[in-house]
């Protein structure tokens, strides 16, 4: 069964900054990557960011190039999601998912097989 940890939301201040973390269990040791999707109260669920857990290529949405950063821990199953200078446009419910067996990083939700329960993060002064 696979399990999922996740942590690091929060409320901040415009220009603050987080770090999500995913941890994960009871994964087959070769699948193919993690995303990070949020979802804001009347909007559709968007992809933020996605790393490849096999060679650790990384794929960002256009609105947080430059400020967010994924990064994974191979050791602990742990994949992070660095957010710097945030905006309230950033103010969602952050779910980490798996991407099982794929060869081209993307948003698709359709190829994410497991989700996360999520985390809140709210940007607000």
């Known amino acids: 069964q696979v399990q999922f940890v996740e942590s690091g939301g929060g409320l901040v201040q415009p220009g603050g900054s987080l770090r999500l973390s995913c941890t994960t269990s009871g994964l087959h040791l070769d699948y193919y990557a993690i995303g990070w999707f949020r979802q804001a109260p009347g909007k559709e669920r968007e992809g933020v960011s996605c790393i490849s857990v096999r060679d650790g290529s990384t794929y960002y949405v256009d609105s947080v190039k430059g400020r967010f950063t994924i990064s994974r821990d191979k050791t602990s199953n742990t994949v992070y999601l660095q957010m710097n200078d945030l905006k309230p446009e950033d103010t969602a419910v952050y779910h980490c998912?798996?991407?099982?067996?794929?060869?081209?990083?993307?948003?698709?939700?359709?190829?994410?097989?497991?989700w996360g329960q999520g985390t809140q993060v709210t940007v607000s002064s």
């Open positions: 998912a798996t991407y099982l067996s794929g060869t081209v990083l993307g948003f698709l939700v359709n190829d994410y097989d497991y």
